[in-house]
């Protein structure tokens, strides 16, 4: 559905990634019990943001990055996907 899906300018297209069915110790969570994943893959972004004076501010992440965001953030497009702006981004996981 949002295959050609290209954001406007500071928001970023995100994928979450797929909840955790057990806790590091070996806990199997309930799916009443499990909550939204905060972390995604960048499927695409925007051109950046302008300042004042027009000055185009390139964006800080790009496509495929791995990021943390806000936990009330965005605009959820599915259960899966949504659009942010890169404010609301708190930080790249890297491997």
Known sequence: MFKNFQPLSD???LKRLENQNKTEGGIIIPDTAKEKVQT????????GRTNEQGTLIPMTVKKGDLVYFSKYSGTEVDDNHLIVREDDILGIITK
């Open 11 to 13: 928001r970023i297209f």
């Open 40 to 47: 995604a893959e960048v499927v695409a972004t925007g051109p």
